[in-house]
């Protein structure tokens, strides 16, 4: 089973937005079984779109198209799908009324003729329901193929798709078991790596298939098993997860499931009811947003300072002048005392705390630029840990934020062993 | 003058990584007058591969490449182009003394020979220099096309693409010229403003396209012009733009150049000399991050308090707790609070603050889901605004980081007129 995603807008084919619903579409296709294909981007262009959809519905069962579902004139896909259906439009009253109710409710503009033309869907097609938006989705059948078409705004078309589609398709398909595991490695590159696994790699099953994902200090291994048997699927991967721990072990970090690393640790923390709060400098709020995007995480996540000028450091989190004068203010001792500060100020179980040189230039410190200090303060006391991350701004900050993660995942797991 | 990307990685077809690589290269190409007629994400597979090189290359005059270059057995895109353009894998000494260079310099692993390997290329390309990586670009040239293969790691690729393919392009094509304007609305939806400006779109000369970009709370209107004579379109922008303004004056709020807002406001603060802090609840630190984002931000910024957690309000940005309990902790008065707390603690000029309930769940105040203060502190005074941003978590707090930066924006310019 296989499915092709097209998203339809000149604004990802000039770089004016990053086409993050294509990544997120693949991942709850995978999760049913259906493996994609290709994802194309085009423009609003009739004959692009026409030729595209053409193309895409020879390669795969099953078409996602995003975009092109504005109330403007720029918008055209759900004339393009009229033509490529032989349809017609004709007016949806329930899409109407819903329209209508989220201008009551939401909108301060009045209604207009735009707005309500937006309830005209090709006669073919089942409407979708599309809470949070105008625009409805739409579901084709077509010689055995289904072809849905849903708003480019990523918040409403994933409530679409969880919601709609893939309900929709579980229903239409049967389909092959697909599993992911993911390995996390720290510490080795990807070729060593792929050195010390070759035999182990040169014999997996014909059912798994195995890739590397380097990323800023950490290589992830992707299991991907294929076939018909959950069950037998499972056990084969397990099989190959634990000769691969008897090879490299000392590199292997967990798996990761579904959950970013953050949901992960929030997890590990609201579990043992323990809380964390970050004092970041080189990572400048990163940390914090990633531990606030997910909902509730208010329960374990109590909040940070971001202090990017010497001053807010001894203001806000009380670090003893002399401590920033003697060591500098990206070093050691500097970290610890930012980590302690973090975990007293929000009164957390634990802290995390960044100071380093990301770059261009060397800021109010003598350190080399790439230098990082990363403080974890715990119930137990205060460790600060040294790295140098490279020349490369991007680099410096993304690989202190997943190091930074780790680091704290390590000592929440090793605390919660100890207790 | 148009080009077709292609990004090779089963990681992006399952979902595992967004491919940010395609907007930033589509943005360079579209800035030197080359248009991006299709992006295509496909896996590592031989076949596949091929037929879309073969595809892009009947459609498009360039064919950039991103992804399949590591040293590892999965990663075939180097192979692929060999059978391609019908040539050989040879050793390029240059490219493996820098191999070489970089484990010495960076890398804590011995060099392997997966690692040496990756300085085979094929015959026909130029190689193109990868600073801060092991696998080279490549630069092809075939019956008066260009085929560019970079590697998929996003800084790795962005430097190749500035120092070594938009030089390259530049030197062998002549292009046409393409100007994009971006005007940015706040207030009305898309279609309030289409129905406004309707006569005005329908009566824009042949060469300027327009679109319109909505995303949480501004619509931005894309105007694309294309010819062969900058200043006349230049000339053709300006006209248009000013009629716009003529239409919808009242909800222009300004230009977007091709740095992003938080750019804009680093420097205009910069250039009074300045500096900003946040303080922030339901932002959860994404405002810091924002703003730290870019080099030299220290300069403006100065620093965050992430108060996730009630007392975290009172305890570090000094905020009265009887102003929380009569008011709760999601009002005017603590968001003028919080922004005046994070103004004092900072030093710094001018502050923002966000509260507000961004769901799922209410938390610690009686506030309705949505609803949203932000505070902005200036040396003329302390403000705050109430907005109700909706249902739906990743809207109200993507909906708050927009307005306050608009907020924000609005009073330097204010306060730098009165000045």
Redesign the interface.
């Known amino acids: 089973m296989t499915a092709e995603i097209i998203t339809i807008g000149?604004?990802?084919?000039?770089?004016?937005?990053?086409?993050?619903n294509?990544?997120?579409?693949?991942?709850?296709?995978?999760k049913i079984g259906v493996?994609?294909?290709?994802?194309?981007?085009?423009?609003?262009e009739r004959e692009?779109i026409l030729q595209?959809l053409t193309e895409a519905s020879q390669r795969a069962d099953i078409i996602i198209i995003t975009g092109g579902l504005?109330?403007?004139?720029?918008?055209i896909t759900k004339k393009c799908l009229c033509e490529f259906f032989d349809d017609k439009l004709v007016r949806n009253d329930k899409v109407l009324r819903h329209i209508e109710e989220l201008f009551e409710k939401?909108?301060?503009?009045?209604i207009?003729?735009?707005?309500r033309d937006q309830a005209l869907l090709p006669s073919k097609a089942t409407a979708l329901h599309n809470e949070?938006g105008t625009a409805a989705g739409m579901w084709f059948e077509d010689q055995g193929k289904v072809f849905v078409s849903m708003p480019g705004?990523?918040?409403e078309m994933r409530?679409l798709m969880e919601r709609e589609v893939i309900p929709g398709l579980m229903r239409t398909f049967s389909r092959p078991v697909i599993i992911?595991r993911?390995v996390i490695t720290y510490?080795?590159?990807?070729?060593?790596i792929?050195?010390k696994i070759e035999s182990w790699?040169d014999n997996l099953p014909a059912e798994i298939?195995?890739?590397?994902?380097?990323?800023l200090g950490r290589v992830r291994l992707?299991l991907?098993a294929r076939g018909v048997d959950e069950n037998y699927l499972n056990k084969l991967l397990d099989t190959q997860i634990d000769l691969l721990h008897e090879i490299i072990g000392d590199i292997i970090f967990g798996l990761e499931d579904d959950d970013s690393l953050e949901v992960v640790i929030s997890k590990l923390l609201v579990q043992k009811e323990w809380t964390l709060s970050?004092a970041?400098s080189c990572t400048?709020?990163?940390?914090?947003?990633n531990?606030?995007?997910e909902?509730?995480?208010?329960a374990s996540?109590?909040?940070?300072?971001?202090?990017?000028?010497t001053?807010?450091k001894t203001?806000?989190l009380d670090i003893p002048e002399e401590i920033i004068k003697k060591y500098s203010v990206v070093s050691a001792q500097v970290a610890k005392a930012m980590a302690t500060g973090a975990r007293n100020?929000?009164?957390t179980d634990f802290a995390i705390s960044t100071t380093g040189n990301?770059?261009?230039?060397k800021?109010d410190s003598d350190a080399d630029l790439g230098v990082v200090f990363i403080g974890i303060a715990t119930p137990k006391g205060v460790e600060a840990y040294e790295f140098?991350f490279?020349?490369?701004?991007?680099?410096v900050i993304g690989k202190s934020v997943n190091k930074a993660m780790q680091l704290i995942q390590e000592s929440i797991l090793k605390i919660g062993e100890e207790n």
Not at 209 to 215: E, F, G, M, Q
């Open positions: 000149d604004e990802i084919l000039i770089g004016q937005i990053v086409d993050t294509s990544a997120y579409i693949s991942k709850e296709l995978n493996s994609v294909h290709q994802i194309t981007s085009i423009q609003d692009h595209t504005g109330p403007t004139k720029d918008d939401y909108i301060d503009t009045p207009s003729d735009l707005n949070y705004v990523p918040y409530v992911h993911t510490g080795l590159g990807e070729s060593a792929a050195e790699e298939k195995l890739a590397y994902l380097p990323n992707r991907s970050t970041e400048g709020g990163r940390l914090a947003s531990f606030t995007r909902p509730g995480s208010s996540f109590k909040g940070s300072v971001v202090c990017y000028s001053t807010s203001e806000l100020k929000f009164h990301a770059g261009p230039t800021g140098n490279g020349n490369h701004r991007e680099k």
